[in-house]
């Protein structure tokens, strides 16, 4: 019934695309994602959350009524069994786009070949410098004086799919890593809404 009512409304109106992000941190690209998502015109729908550990950007999720869960390596045997059930738990949410928003592991064969040229990573350095845990960290100890971030296509390498967007933030005499990568998040964020954006319209 509310659907007949909302094609009446808006003929033209194609359904937004679902999406499932995965995080680990604080979830500052997920609370961009989805405030990006709750425009009217929005291409993309985030249909789930999942995360590797009790992350406190779960919040965001449970905040916006997106179901949220954890899938924790040390809940299971091995690796190879994570491997499934993280497949698995993003394989029920049938999304169009996985995003690696903050996630901090390596996918396995079992995520990686279900979705396959449909999951994207936002990384904080560019790319293909500073690949890894620890670009900000990094990219500072090297003493580079512009850094950023790339948002990339996920293979089985580190950090080396193929590169679909970067930005470029200047690095200051005085920077930590902390307040370098609060730079770095400034720019990532409308980056990575950009890229999903443009991803999802094409569907
Ligand atoms: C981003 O800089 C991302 O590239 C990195 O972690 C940061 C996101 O963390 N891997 P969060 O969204 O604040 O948890």
Redesign the pocket.
């Known amino acids: 019934m509310c659907r007949i009512a909302l094609r009446l409304d808006y003929p033209d109106r194609v359904a937004p695309t679902p999406i499932v992000v995965l995080?680990?941190?604080?979830?500052?690209?997920?609370a961009a994602l989805l405030e990006a998502s709750r425009r009217r015109d929005s291409s993309f729908t985030v249909v789930g959350v999942i995360a590797d550990r009790d992350a406190p950007?779960l919040e965001h999720a449970r905040a916006a009524e997106v179901p949220a869960q954890v899938i924790a390596p040390a809940d299971h045997p091995d690796r190879a069994a994570w491997d499934r059930a993280l497949a698995a738990a993003v394989a029920a949410h049938s999304p169009q786009l996985v995003v690696l928003?903050?996630f901090?592991r390596l996918l396995g064969a079992p995520l990686l070949d279900s979705h396959g040229g449909r999951i994207i990573n936002?990384?904080?350095a560019l790319l293909p410098s500073f690949p890894g845990a620890h670009g900000v960290r990094d990219a500072l100890a090297h003493g580079v004086k512009v850094t950023g971030?790339s948002v990339i296509e996920v293979d089985p390498g580190i950090d080396t799919g193929r590169i679909l967007a970067q930005r470029a933030v200047e690095v200051l005499p005085e920077d930590t890593e902390a307040s370098l990568?609060e730079r770095?998040?400034a720019v990532?964020q409308p980056m990575l809404v950009e890229v999903v954006q443009r991803l999802t319209a094409a569907d």
Do not use: D
């Open positions: 995080i680990s941190g604080t979830g500052s690209l997920l950007g928003a903050g901090m936002s990384h904080p971030a990568h770095i998040k990532e």
